[in-house]
């Protein structure tokens, strides 16, 4: 062993320690590229850039080398317009002193050994003394002092970075690296970050990304992810980045840095490739996303604005549009919406206020959180219980003559307004005119556990399972609500059940089931937001191992409903009312289809709330004969339910390719007239 020691330190020590001093080794993440969104025809929604930052090591260098490294540095960034770290708590020209009170002002003198009454100015160059900063350019003395004091407050090491940038410019990054012979300790960063292309749109869905927090690890471990996450790692903190960020995140990879003993880095190679992390397809389709949302937005400005006639202080909304056939979404709104890309490196307490603060609530999701009663649009699942137990059939026609005879005596909207009823009427004529009275008579005969039955089979009052956290499941009216607090259930409350008031609240994404399943013939549908997940090898995630997946994070363990089955002549009475009240004169929304080149089933609500407002609904589907989509609108204190219809014309126009059409005929008109002249 001594032999060996002489030999290491006295013999070949000079060898020895040269290579020693050229093969300093550190490790750096290759950060794994994030998993893009794209909707169903694989437009990029979201997706990973690389940008450049710049983080710094400790050397053993000298001051003067130092301080000459680091002029170099910050003179090359502002240069090319980039920032940098700077906590330097004195500001030039003129000289100040930033803190929050003077006893931070006093604990930071004693810290430093700066006198008690010291200036700005005297204590900014007792620190230029205190880093042996050698030039009289005020500027240049800034420059490194705040670099210098950053290092020794935050703390570096030969092995620990401090970041002096996050991101620079590709111009700073160049210029940087092929001046890094003059350079000591920096380290140029490739990393992804996360670039949200379509701005604000589906932003609800999308959900936003942020620094990962405690709270955010134990979520994740109690729900069995082992998975070793950074402090300074970035994760899904709302909507499919969220659910969805075990899959999109990839796994980072190793980059060995070899570096001298003065910071030059002498060779870089690879230890563990990153790999990226899988794409999911959605199932929306962006371009109709897009008109959705600008016709929930139009709709709205004009109805505040008395666009039709009466004006209302409208308060948000939402749609949604469903394929009826497979369940698939294809475009949900929520307004107003919100910036997700403004999140992923820190929203500024501004903007973050200005969000938190609007009572409209832009973070928060309609289309899924906010259960509303649906009114008048209900009533086809009252209809529907009818008929199947047989309280009533396709051909009888109930009296609305007056206030109804029973519990508190309600009476139709009609009578209300024109002191008439609307007189017989079967079960189609009732849904196209809307008719209370024969909802409280057939109501009244079959009872609310009926009701309730068949409200559950179109999956009211239940999740519908789609892929996103904070998915409410609303309220479906039965005897438990007030039999549990001791009270009998009444009649009454049967009654105004059965119009899609009382205790009913259900959320859009849900009514948007019912009205998908109305359409499609009574069949059970599963609604879903997500196509597919493909790996970065180009392999696809079985749709079971998604729905397994989604389900256990979501805590969702699924709500069996006797499977019903609903006969074709029930399913028709109901279609056919549907279909008079955006066809026949008497709708309530024929106004907007009357010439329309497509047939649309629809109802219009006009849903009252304990505050006075009057949420406006209208669900509908399209086309009549075979229908295809269901779109299902609310406008909280919308007023009339037949305002909303524009919203459902305008997304069946984008939908059916019409809007397309109509613009190649104008052009078409156009060039023939100049043809003409």
Not at 133 to 153: A, S
Not at 376 to 382: A, H
Not at 613 to 633: C, H, K, Q, R, Y
């Amino acid at each position: 062993m001594l032999i060996r020691l002489f030999d290491l330190q006295i013999i070949n020590g000079q060898e020895y320690r040269e290579n020693s001093n050229t093969r300093l080794s550190r490790e750096s993440t290759i950060e794994a590229a994030r998993g893009s969104f794209v909707d169903r025809y694989g437009n990029v929604l979201v997706s990973t850039d690389m940008s450049f930052s710049l983080e710094m090591y400790k050397t053993k260098v000298e001051d003067e080398q130092l301080n000459a490294s680091i002029l170099l540095m910050t003179t090359i960034l502002e240069n090319n317009g980039d920032t940098y770290l700077d906590t330097f708590p004195i500001s030039i020209e003129p000289f100040e002193y930033h803190f929050e009170s003077d006893e931070k002002l006093a604990e930071w003198k004693k810290k430093y050994k700066i006198p008690e009454t010291a200036s700005a100015e005297e204590a900014f160059y007792l620190m230029r003394d205190k880093y042996k900063i050698k030039t009289d350019d005020i500027q240049d003395i800034r420059r490194i002092l705040t670099i210098r004091y950053g290092i020794t407050t935050i703390g570096y090491s030969a092995t620990k970075s401090i970041s002096i940038s996050d991101e620079i410019s590709r111009e700073s990054a160049i210029q940087l690296q092929e001046r890094s012979q003059e350079l000591t300790g920096i380290n140029i960063v490739k990393e992804p970050v996360r670039k949200y292309y379509t701005g604000s749109m589906a932003s609800h869905i999308l959900g936003y990304m942020g620094r990962i927090e405690k709270k955010d690890l134990e979520e994740l471990e109690k729900s069995g992810d082992t998975y070793e996450y950074k402090p300074t790692d970035k994760i899904g903190k709302t909507g499919a980045e969220k659910v969805f960020e075990e899959y999109l995140r990839g796994e980072d990879g190793i980059k060995q840095i070899d570096m001298s003993v003065d910071g030059t880095i002498t060779g870089e190679y690879t230890a563990k490739e990153a790999k990226g992390g899988a794409d999911v397809v959605l199932t929306i389709d962006s371009n109709l996303q897009k008109i959705t949302e600008r016709a929930l937005v139009t709709n709205i400005e004009k109805i505040r604005t008395g666009g039709f006639s009466q004006r209302y202080d409208t308060k948000g909304g939402a749609v949604v549009v469903t394929n009826v056939k497979t369940g698939e979404i294809l475009a949900m709104a929520s307004y107003p919406d919100y910036e997700p890309e403004l999140f992923y490196n820190g929203i500024s307490s501004e903007k973050y206020k200005e969000y938190n603060t609007n009572p409209l609530n832009p973070l928060h999701n309609r289309t899924i959180s906010s259960p509303y009663a649906p009114g008048s649009t209900f009533k086809m699942i009252t209809a529907i219980a009818a008929l199947e137990t047989g309280v009533t059939n396709t051909t009888e026609r109930i009296n609305d003559n007056g206030p109804y005879p029973a519990a508190h005596h309600p009476a139709c909207w009609y009578y209300n307004s024109y002191k008439r009823g609307h007189g017989p009427l079967n079960v189609s004529g009732a849904i196209e005119k809307s008719c209370n009275y024969f909802f409280y008579e057939v109501s009244n005969r079959m009872g609310i556990d009926n009701l309730e039955k068949y409200a559950r089979y179109f999956g009211l009052g239940q999740k519908t399972g789609i892929e996103l956290y904070n998915e409410r499941a609303g309220i479906l009216a039965n005897r438990t609500i007030t039999e549990s607090k001791g009270t009998p259930w009444m009649v009454g409350d049967t009654l105004v059940a059965a119009i899609g008031q009382g205790y009913n609240n259900f959320t859009p994404v849900q009514m948007a089931k019912y009205i998908s399943m109305i359409a499609n013939g009574g069949h059970k549908i599963d609604l879903s937001i997500v196509k597919n997940v493909v790996k970065s090898d180009g392999t696809q995630v079985p749709e079971s191992e998604i729905r397994e997946f989604t389900n256990k994070k979501l805590g969702l363990e699924g709500e069996a409903t006797e499977d019903l089955q609903i006969s074709e002549q029930t399913i028709n009475a109901v279609l056919e009312g549907m279909k008079s009240v955006t066809s026949d004169e008497g709708g309530t929304a024929h106004s907007v289809f009357s010439n329309f080149d497509i047939v649309v089933g629809g109802k219009t609500g006009s849903a009252e709330t304990t505050n006075g407002d009057v949420n406006a609904w209208f669900v509908g589907f399209a086309p009549f004969d075979d229908p295809e989509i269901a779109v299902v609108v609310i406008v909280e204190n919308g007023g009339h339910g037949s305002y909303t219809a524009e919203v459902v014309r305008e997304i069946i126009e984008e939908y059916f390719g019409m809007n397309v059409q109509q613009i190649t005929e104008t052009m078409s008109a156009e060039t023939e007239t100049e043809q003409f002249t």
